[in-house]
Every structure is written in C-alpha cells, then in structure tokens.
C-alpha cells in the first residue's frame, strides 16, 4: 500500500464519530461504502468533461461506445441498447433522438421486422466515438495513477468480486 493511502480521509472522520458513539459495530463496511460514494462523487464530473469535450452528454457516449463495442456493422436494436444500457425504452429514445438529429445514429427499418428500428453509426458517429474513447481510456488511466499496478489488480479482483456476489 502507497503512504498516500494510509493517510486519514473525510470517512475516517465519519468512522471514528461512529466508533465512539457506537464502539460494538464493526464499521469496516461504512468505510467501504463511504469511499465508494465519494468516489463516485468526485468521479462523475471528471468523466463527464470527457464526453462534454467531444459535444456529447456521458448517456450519449454510453450510446455510441455500446454500438462501436458490438462491432461491424455497428447496429443494434433500440431494445438491446436500452437493454445494454439499463435505461427504460423512453430515455433511449430520447438520446436517440439527440444522437439521430447530430448526424451520429441512423434509424433504419429491420428488415426481419418492420415494426422495429435499428439503430446503427454514422461515418461521423464512429469517428467521433473513437476519439471520444481514446481520451476517456487516457482520463480513466489517469485517474488510477495514484493506485500501483498491483493495487489496481487487487481492487479489480475485490470489485469483481463483489459484483459477482450482488449482481
């Protein structure tokens, strides 16, 4: 463990009000807890500015990173994506439109089912995603830095984990 991670923070403070108040819990799940939420505080906007510098807001390039991740030809169908994403059918639908309107998404009829769309990159979206998530990959990078290549192991491995156990 790095000596910047031995250092006390704000949850120490919150654990050791609540040690003296409540000395018979075992408090190392509020630690945990705590940090993750602030983490994911102070995360948020450093991951927002990335998308908001390629004109995207961060739903959008959630988007437009599902659809260059599923690989050529680069189409999904609305359902999938908002499948994919955890989003009801109205909020996909509403990204869409701002997608489909800034010339980076095209709706297309399904050939196997007319009542359907789907959704696929633009020459324009693929570009912009590209680039949108060679800077994201350099912003998440950075913000590891301060953890050593084996920490950021053990937290993956832990994470993981726990998603394994919850999810």
Known sequence: M???????DAV???LAQWHRERP?????AIGIFGRLGRLSLLLG???EEVAARHGLRPGEFDVLATLRRSGSPYTLTPSVLAQTLMLSRAGMTNRLD????AGL????LDPADR???RISLTDRGHELVDAAVTDHVANETRLLSALTPEERAAL???????????G
């Open 156 to 166: 993956d491995r832990a994470l993981r984990g726990l998603l394994r156990a919850i």
């Open 24 to 28: 018979d819990l075992d408090l190392a």
């Open 115 to 117: 009542r359907s769309f």
């Open 12 to 14: 120490d403070e919150i």
């Open 98 to 101: 701002r997608l489909e309107a």
């Open 2 to 8: 790095t000596k910047e991670t031995q250092q006390a």
């Open 45 to 47: 906007p450093a991951l």
């Open 105 to 108: 998404v095209e709706r297309t």
